[in-house]
């Protein structure tokens, strides 16, 4: 049971690439989260999913995009990169008998040059 | 909206003095409140989480938690520090039968022999 998995670890992108950050989780948890950290800012969610084929915005939504296709999956697409990009970012999943309690990936660091 | 107040970026103890770190959050409806724990280049891991149950909750590694409505806080405490416990901490809440969370923007806990 690997839990919560987020590729790449590590990523430097040049302004205006794109890339996908892969999340995936094992426990067949039915709501996953992105979220993003910043010095002094905490975390702050990006996207979140309640299920397969069902996507919402969450605090900082802009310059990224999301799919859950399956109830495993849930990659993070940046279209065109941006220096104000450059973050952690992490992933979560968790249930409706988890009593909200989310179990967090190790995240993927990204540098926007 | 929800929102958490987590007062001082950082506090500095000495091993083997109480830990006490503050959590005030703002929620129009019953919250759950939770801590988590991120060591250094990892993700995070829940320490303890209030869901109106006890309201005093006891967590993983020492630490627990005090719910008083009241002042509308949930502080963080640990009898006697340890090296170990050197690490960031956040706050976070979500209303009950809602999965997002909504962090405060963490206290680094220093620990000094």
């Given amino acids: 049971n690997a839990g919560v998995t987020q590729t790449p670890k590590f990523q430097v992108l040049k302004t205006g690439q794109s890339m996908t950050l892969q999340c995936a989780q094992d426990m067949n948890h039915e709501y996953m989260s992105w979220y993003r950290q910043d010095p002094g800012m905490g975390l702050r969610l990006i996207h979140y999913s309640v299920g397969a084929g069902i996507t919402d915005q969450g605090e900082v939504p802009n310059g990224y995009n999301v799919s859950r296709s399956t109830t495993e999956d849930f990659p993070l697409r940046l279209l065109s990169a941006a220096p104000s990009q450059t973050s952690v970012y992490f992933c979560a999943s968790n249930n409706a008998g988890s009593g909200n309690t989310q179990y967090f990936g190790p995240g993927t660091r990204l540098t926007v040059l | 909206a929800q929102s958490v107040t987590q007062l001082g970026s950082h506090v500095s103890v000495s091993e083997g003095a109480l830990v006490l770190l503050r959590c005030n959050y703002s929620s129009s409806v019953p919250p759950y409140l939770f801590w988590y724990v991120q060591y250094p280049n990892q993700g995070l891991?829940?320490?303890?989480?209030?869901?109106?149950?006890?309201?005093l909750v006891k967590g993983i590694?020492?630490?627990?938690?005090?719910?008083?409505?009241?002042e509308t806080s949930f502080h963080l405490t640990k009898p006697s520090a340890h090296m170990?416990?050197?690490?960031?901490?956040?706050c976070a809440v979500s209303p009950s039968g809602f999965q997002k969370l909504v962090f405060g923007t963490g206290t680094r806990l220093l620990v000094s022999p």
């Fill in chain 2, 61 to 70: 590694n020492g630490f627990e938690a005090e719910f008083k409505k009241s």
């Fill in chain 2, 45 to 55: 891991q829940l320490l303890l989480k209030y869901t109106s149950a006890a309201t």
């Fill in chain 2, 84 to 90: 170990s416990d050197a690490a960031e901490y956040f």
